[in-house]
């Protein structure tokens, strides 16, 4: 907010300075020009004094982040080993759990850093932009430049970033949801809620010119947002997360009874409580660090965090939260909207083409149309159009000068009315009403029911059955060759005076608005990947199909009327299903197909848009997609940000995430299978021999496998063209498989060579001889080391290379374990020259039945999508062609349905700690595949944290669960 007083005259027009308070948080700051804003020396002396239109957010201390590292379940764990061994004056093992907690806490405190800097620097990517007068020029600025005295430019969806006066323009429809928890809009300016627009409320409808009166933490909301902020934290965490976890933990559980039973056979059996108790309960307790999945959680991270990054350097695509990477490798359906999407939305007007009614010339549908347009909406592809077009006029730009028209204001363009209307003055002082919009709006307001357009009205020949049939005709022409038509009708006088004035009907533009170079390549390519497209679109029905002819979309195209007249539920969700996409739609629309999808037929959705009005149905999928030049209000609604224009970044997205989730999946069933295979073949061979392989190489190997598997992070992967489900129950089946397998063939191994005397040296399993021990122990390195190559591959390990640096690491593990072996335990050459033979033996081996058992269990990985290439199109491709390839699609997603459990994220609103202990231990929350680093420092668009009901953002999206927990 500005200070108490304004020096005299900073913001003033000189000619004609006034005085406006604010509310109770503004000061006094003195009115800037409306027309032409701030001058740069009056910006640089306002910022000076009030500081960037920011909310500074907290963050966590390094050192705070390091201690976290050994914080945790599994690491308390290890601590719990490590006092343990103390307390048993083992210090050998003592000094390796330190040691293993010490180097894992490195580890994870240089992969979280740049994971979180990763991170941060996305965050800083998504930035909002503002149009504001500056020297009576209209230029766009980041909304965190915005400072008091500044005018501001609103239109419908943006997120007001500062508390702002308005000026001057329409009566705006101001949604303050998200800071009051009124579900109706207010109206500004009112008598009722006065003039003043608070930040953090949403444009729903209207266009203004605003000053801004208050910034940052000094705005109404600011302050209170900012103790929010420091106090709590909102928590996401996804399906797949959870349940991983609670695999880990069951595994952990079940590790923890074998231990009891290994202490017990030790102790009882073996007399280990007689003669050494020491070893027998550091033999147990190795076993059980070996059962401990300690990176687990710092790979799945940061997985995820440098996937998230990728996403937004190599396809210009930002994911707003974590977990969303889960839903987009999942995605089967894309409902996309058409104009800016599927084309390019650099629309252009064919003047030959244009209607004329009778009494008008060509030059004056340009004219008014021109007139009826707002200059200072640059991102307007409608409006850019028809200023683009009347500027190659020279016939409409002289009438301009004889006339001397002044566009004196504007009615914005609403979603609802679909129509704009400008207030013109000619030479003479005479007003002028012109309307711009939708046909059928603009010839009679009343058609498809009456809206709440501040003015209603007909046009003359709306009474004329023939010119009804005529332009009718001309229209459906017009949209079977791809045109976008606009209307354009005028008044003589100031219809807001007048009720029920007769307009006069000027004429039609056509607008052609060609699909993209690329979007026909980019359909094929996710109709490749298993995802189907459905084109969403208010233009007319004929327009839409033609557009999808073109792009090689299916033609089944609905009008959006059929959704709303269709009584039958079971038959309008058939339609919604098997239609290849709608027009004429409404936002009420979007959302119902959006819906039934997700929750009728159990697919995971994505939705792209770009307005206001499209933030209902962004905000319902599973995958909402704010395009490049969104407004605020879709951005917060949305889970993916593209700063590209087009499909090819969603493409790009969902190849990366189904690549992500292989990484983590692979890694997932390597570390439980690895656990399986080191608990069950080190317990077996106690429970058979008594042989306990000693606990400090135990350690030592959870460690190596720890510190070995850093690199799947970077791993090479491949995407499968059909989509990556959040379900754990097969990754436990086939970790079940590895383990079991690969525990089989040790013991298959250890007792035959027993009975064998082909191995030099003392290999004597009753015996429990040291040689014995170490043969257990590097056959075990080897055989966990080996393992990733088989889990990182759905099928045969040499279909499929592993990046150098996993390669460099198990290998260079391996051959330090050999080492180890040799030259500290005396195990001979030879004998280590079987145990690579016999672990080559049993990795090819397992990895082959691994394809035939995740056959059997239905987890073949299928079909891969190799680079990031886009498929070409096909020539020449038939209609039936086409209906059997979608028919193989549409089966794939019913294959993909997900269970109504599975269909939301966990969303927690956790409290903050100030204390030091507070920061290390209250940062839990935000160890895991969370939504942290993307609320930084913000311009308050609403609040992060869901304490009122807000109509946006991913916080918004939940429906509450507990007390404070929430589901997404």
């Known amino acids: 907010m500005a200070s108490a007083a304004a020096s005299e005259g900073a913001f003033a027009d000189e000619e004609a300075p006034e005085v406006t308070?604010?509310?109770?948080?503004?000061?006094?700051?003195?009115?800037?020009?409306?027309?032409?804003?701030?001058?740069?020396?009056?910006?640089?002396?306002?910022?000076?004094?009030?500081?960037?239109?920011?909310?500074?957010?907290?963050?966590?201390?390094?050192?705070?982040?390091?201690?976290?590292?050994?914080?945790?379940?599994?690491?308390?764990?290890?601590?719990?080993?490590?006092?343990?061994?103390?307390?048993?004056?083992?210090?050998?093992?003592?000094?390796?759990?330190?040691?293993?907690?010490?180097?894992?806490?490195?580890?994870?405190?240089?992969?979280?850093?740049?994971?979180?800097?990763?991170?941060?620097?996305?965050?800083?990517?998504?930035?909002?932009?503002?149009?504001?007068?500056?020297?009576?020029?209209?230029?766009?600025?980041?909304?965190?430049?915005?400072?008091?005295?500044?005018?501001?430019?609103?239109?419908?969806?943006?997120?007001?970033?500062?508390?702002?006066?308005?000026?001057?323009?329409?009566?705006?429809?101001?949604?303050?949801?998200?800071?009051?928890?009124?579900?109706?809009?207010?109206?500004?300016?009112?008598?009722?809620?006065?003039?003043?627009?608070?930040?953090?409320?949403?444009?729903k409808a209207g266009e203004c010119y605003g000053q801004v009166m208050a910034t940052g933490t000094n705005t109404e909301i600011g302050q209170a947002q900012a103790d929010v902020m420091k106090d709590k934290a909102v928590k996401v965490e996804s399906?797949?997360?959870?349940?991983?976890?609670?695999?880990?933990?069951?595994?952990?559980?079940?590790?923890l009874f074998l231990v009891i039973a290994v202490l017990l056979v030790l102790g009882l059996a073996y007399d280990g409580f007689e003669d050494d108790a020491k070893e027998a309960v550091l033999s147990a307790l190795s076993i059980m660090i070996a059962a401990i999945p300690i990176a687990l959680p710092l790979v799945l991270q940061v997985n995820m965090a440098l996937g998230a990054a990728y996403l937004a350097k190599v396809h210009n695509a930002i994911v707003t939260s974590i977990p969303a990477l889960q839903d987009i490798a999942s995605m089967s359906i894309l409902c996309s909207d058409k104009t800016g999407t599927l084309t390019t939305a650099k629309m252009s007007i064919i003047p030959d083409s244009v209607f004329v009614a009778d009494d008008f010339e060509r030059c004056d549908v340009l004219l008014f149309a021109s007139l009826c347009s707002n200059p200072d909406k640059k991102d307007d592809p409608i409006d850019r159009a028809v200023l683009q077009a009347f500027e190659a006029d020279e016939a409409g730009k002289e009438k301009l000068q004889d006339m001397e028209y002044k566009q004196e204001s504007?009615?914005?363009?609403?979603?609802?009315?679909k129509r704009?209307?400008?207030?013109?003055?000619?030479?003479?002082?005479?007003?002028?009403?012109?309307?711009?919009?939708?046909?059928?709006?603009?010839?009679?307001?009343?058609?498809?029911?009456?809206?709440?357009?501040?003015?209603?009205?007909?046009?003359?020949?709306?009474?004329?059955?023939?010119?009804?049939?005529?332009?009718?005709?001309?229209?459906?022409?017009?949209?079977?060759?791809?045109?976008?038509?606009?209307?354009?009708?005028?008044?003589?006088?100031?219809?807001?005076?007048?009720?029920?004035?007769?307009?006069?009907?000027?004429?039609?533009?056509?607008?052609?608005?060609?699909?993209?170079?690329?979007?026909?390549?980019?359909?094929?390519?996710?109709?490749?990947?298993?995802?189907?497209?459905?084109?969403?679109?208010?233009?007319?029905t004929n327009v839409a199909k033609e557009t999808a002819r073109l792009i090689g979309l299916g033609t089944d195209i609905h009008p959006g009327e059929q959704i709303r007249s269709t009584v039958n539920q079971e038959q309008k969700k058939d339609m919604i299903w098997r239609a290849d996409g709608f027009a004429a739609v409404l936002p009420s629309d979007k959302r119902e197909v959006v819906m039934t999808l997700r929750n009728e037929y159990g697919v995971v959705t994505?939705?792209?848009?770009?307005?206001?009005?499209?933030?209902?149905?962004?905000?319902?999928?599973?995958?909402?997609?704010?395009?490049?030049?969104?407004?605020?209000?879709?951005?917060?609604?949305?889970?993916?940000?593209?700063?590209?224009?087009?499909?090819?970044?969603?493409?790009?997205?969902v190849l990366e995430s189904r690549r992500i989730f292989a990484r983590v999946k692979s890694y997932v069933v390597y570390r439980i299978a690895a656990s399986i295979?080191?608990?069950?073949?080190?317990?077996?061979?106690?429970?058979v021999t008594g042989c306990a392989v000693d606990s400090l190489l135990v350690i030592v190997l959870a460690l190596l496998n720890d510190i070995s598997m850093i690199p799947v992070a970077y791993d090479n992967a491949q995407a499968t063209a059909k989509p990556q489900l959040p379900t754990a129950s097969k990754l436990v089946l086939v970790s079940l498989y590895f383990g079991l397998a690969h525990t089989g063939l040790a013991l298959i191994v250890f007792f035959v060579i027993d009975k064998d005397d082909r191995l030099n040296g003392n290999f004597y399993l009753d015996e429990c001889t040291q040689e014995a021990r170490a043969f257990i122990w590097l056959y075990l390195v080897l055989a966990s080391e080996f393992l990733i190559f088989s889990a990182r591959c759905g099928s045969?390990?040499?279909?499929?290379?592993?990046s150098i640096w996993l390669l460099a690491s198990v290998l260079g593990t391996a051959v330090l374990g050999s080492l180890v072996a040799a030259l500290a335990y005396n195990v001979p050459g030879s004998n280590i020259g079987?145990?690579?033979?016999?672990?080559?033996?049993?990795?090819?081996?397992?990895?082959?039945?691994?394809?035939?058992?995740?056959?059997?269990?239905?987890?073949?990985?299928?079909?891969?999508?190799?680079?990031?290439?886009l498929v070409e199109v096909e020539e020449g491709k038939t209609d039936v062609k086409k209906n059997l390839e979608k028919k193989k699609r549409y089966g794939v997603h019913v294959a993909s349905v997900l269970s109504p459990e599975d269909r939301y994220h966990q969303v927690t609103v956790v409290e903050k700690k100030r204390s030091i202990l507070g920061k290390i231990f209250g940062g839990l929350s935000h160890l895991h595949i969370s939504n942290y680093g993307f609320i930084r420092k913000q311009p308050h668009a609403a609040s992060p944290v869901p304490a009122a009901p807000a109509t946006s953002g991913p916080a918004a999206r939940s429906r509450q669960a507990s007390s404070g927990s929430f589901v997404k």
Not at 239 to 255: E, N, P
Not at 431 to 452: E, F, M, N, Q
Not at 796 to 802: I, V
């Open 420 to 540: 704009t209307v400008g207030f013109v003055s000619d030479k003479n002082g005479k007003t002028w009403t012109i309307a711009k919009g939708l046909p059928a709006k603009v010839l009679d307001t009343t058609a498809g029911g009456v809206d709440s357009g501040e003015i209603q009205w007909k046009c003359q020949e709306a009474r004329d059955k023939s010119f009804i049939a005529m332009l009718d005709q001309k229209g459906v022409e017009l949209s079977k060759a791809g045109y976008k038509t606009i209307a354009i009708a005028v008044f003589e006088g100031d219809a807001r005076e007048i009720d029920a004035p007769v307009f006069r009907f000027v004429g039609l533009l056509p607008m052609i608005d060609p699909p993209r170079d690329d979007t026909a390549k980019t359909i094929n390519s996710l109709h490749h990947a298993n995802i189907s497209v459905k084109m969403i679109t208010g233009d007319h």
């Open 606 to 653: 994505g939705m792209t848009g770009d307005g206001v009005n499209d933030a209902p149905a962004l905000s319902a999928a599973q995958v909402g997609i704010a395009v490049e030049g969104a407004t605020d209000a879709a951005k917060n609604a949305a889970d993916l940000i593209l700063t590209e224009p087009g499909l090819g970044p969603i493409y790009g997205a």
């Open 239 to 255: 399906v797949f997360y959870q349940k991983i976890m609670l695999v880990v933990q069951a595994v952990i559980l079940t590790s």
């Open 21 to 203: 308070k604010q509310s109770s948080s503004a000061s006094v700051v003195t009115r800037t020009d409306a027309f032409h804003g701030l001058t740069g020396s009056q910006v640089e002396e306002s910022r000076e004094k009030n500081g960037p239109n920011e909310i500074p957010v907290e963050t966590t201390p390094l050192y705070a982040l390091f201690l976290r590292q050994f914080t945790g379940f599994m690491a308390f764990l290890i601590e719990l080993a490590a006092i343990i061994s103390i307390s048993v004056q083992d210090y050998a093992d003592f000094g390796i759990l330190c040691g293993m907690l010490l180097i894992n806490g490195c580890l994870g405190f240089r992969e979280e850093y740049h994971a979180k800097k990763s991170l941060d620097e996305l965050a800083n990517t998504i930035e909002s932009i503002i149009t504001v007068l500056r020297d009576g020029e209209a230029v766009e600025i980041k909304t965190t430049d915005l400072v008091p005295g500044d005018v501001a430019f609103l239109v419908g969806g943006v997120v007001i970033s500062a508390d702002i006066m308005w000026l001057r323009g329409d009566v705006m429809s101001i949604d303050t949801a998200a800071l009051t928890g009124e579900p109706i809009p207010r109206k500004y300016p009112s008598e009722e809620y006065g003039e003043l627009m608070l930040s953090g409320s949403t444009v």
């Open 796 to 802: 045969f390990f040499w279909q499929s290379m592993p």
């Open 677 to 687: 295979l080191l608990v069950l073949t080190l317990s077996i061979v106690i429970f």
């Open 410 to 417: 504007v009615i914005g363009f609403n979603p609802e009315v």
């Open 834 to 869: 079987w145990i690579w033979l016999f672990n080559i033996v049993a990795f090819v081996v397992v990895d082959v039945g691994k394809v035939w058992f995740k056959s059997a269990i239905n987890d073949a990985p299928g079909e891969m999508i190799v680079g990031n290439d």
